[in-house]
C-alpha cells in the first residue's frame, strides 16, 4: 500500500524508436510526469548506432536520462521493445517504485501495462494520438504528447487543438458529458452534489486518456462550467483558505437550469 503522505517513486522508460517526435518537449513531458511522482528511474532504449535517434541523443544529458542500447540483431524484430519489458519487469520485482511511466506510443506494451497494474502499482502512459486504444486503456492515466507542445509551437493539422471549445460544442459532446454525469452520479450526496476531486478520479477510471486540456480548458473545473449544465460551488475553510469545490448537474425548472438553457 502506496503512503499518500510521501512521494510516489516512479521508474520512466522510454522507447526511443517509437518516439523521436517527442524529443523537442522533453521538459513538459517531465514536468508532467511529475505531477503523479519523482522519476527515479529514467532510462531510454534504442540502437543508439543509428541516426534516426539524433533527435534523443541531443536532449539526454538535460534530464539525466540513461541510454540503453539494444542493437537490432534482426531486421523486423524489435529487440528495444524486448529490452525495455524486460528491464520494467526487473524493476517491478525490486518492490522499489510506487509506480512506472512508459513513454511511447506502441501497443506491444498493452501487456506490460496490465502486469503493473494487477500488481498494484500505478501504470502511466504517454504517446502520440496514434498509440492504440488497448495500449490506452491498460494504464490508469494516459497522456497524449500533443497536448504538452507549446501552444505557440502547436502545427494546426497535428493533435487536438487548444482553443477553447463553446457551450455549444460541449453540449454536443456525448461522451464528455456522460463522463461528467456518471462521475457525479458515483460520488454525489443525497443532493446530488459531489466533490471534485473524487469525480475526477472516476473520470479517469473510465477514460485514462481523459484531459480537459483536450477541450483547450487547463482545469477540469473549467470544463464543467463551460458546459453550462451543472452548478459549482466552493466553500471557505475556517482560515480564509478556499475550500472543497463541488457539483452537481442543474435541477431541472432552477433559475440556473433556465439560464444555461437559453444561453444554448
Given at each position: ?87 520494467a519487469m526487473d524493476l517491478l520485482y525490486t518492490n522499489r517504485f510506487d509506480g512506472f511511466c512508459i513513454v511511447s506510443s506502441d501497443s506491444d506494451f498493452t501487456r506490460l501495462a496490465v502486469r ?149
Amino acid at each position: 500500500m502506496v503512503d499518500p503522505s510521501r512521494t510516489a517513486k516512479l521508474a520512466v522508460l522510454i522507447d526511443a524508436d517509437n518516439t523521436t517526435r517527442l524529443a523537442p518537449i522533453i521538459e513538459p513531458i517531465f514536468a508532467e510526469i511529475a505531477k503523479f511522482g519523482v522519476a527515479s528511474v529514467r532510462r531510454i532504449y534504442g540502437d543508439w548506432t543509428q541516426p534516426n535517434l539524433g533527435p534523443w541523443k541531443k536532449v539526454l544529458a538535460e534530464q539525466a536520462i540513461q541510454p540503453i542500447q539494444q542493437f537490432a540483431n534482426t531486421t523486423g524484430k524489435n529487440a528495444t521493445d524486448s529490452a525495455m519489458i524486460i528491464d520494467a519487469m526487473d524493476l517491478l520485482y525490486t518492490n522499489r517504485f510506487d509506480g512506472f511511466c512508459i513513454v511511447s506510443s506502441d501497443s506491444d506494451f498493452t501487456r506490460l501495462a496490465v502486469r503493473i497494474r494487477e500488481t498494484g502499482l500505478m501504470a502511466y502512459g504517454l504517446g502520440e494520438k496514434k498509440t492504440p486504444k488497448s495500449f490506452v486503456s491498460a494504464c490508469d492515466k494516459f497522456i497524449y504528447a500533443e497536448l504538452l507542445v507549446p501552444a505557440e509551437e502547436e502545427a494546426t493539422e497535428q493533435g487536438p487543438t487548444r482553443k477553447k471549445k463553446t457551450a455549444r460544442d460541449l453540449r454536443s459532446d456525448n461522451k464528455l458529458l456522460n463522463l461528467i454525469r456518471n462521475g457525479i452520479k458515483a460520488a454525489s450526496d443525497d443532493d446530488g452534489w459531489a466533490n471534485l476531486g473524487p469525480v475526477g478520479s472516476h473520470i479517469a477510471k473510465q477514460a485514462p486518456d481523459f484531459d480537459s486540456r483536450t477541450w483547450g480548458f487547463a482545469k477540469l473545473r473549467d470544463l464543467i462550467v463551460a458546459t453550462g449544465l451543472f452548478d459549482v460551488e466552493q466553500g471557505n475553510r475556517a482560515d480564509g483558505a478556499a475550500g472543497v469545490i463541488r457539483i452537481r448537474e442543474k435541477r431541472k425548472g432552477s433559475p440556473s437550469a433556465r439560464a444555461a438553457g437559453s444561453s444554448g
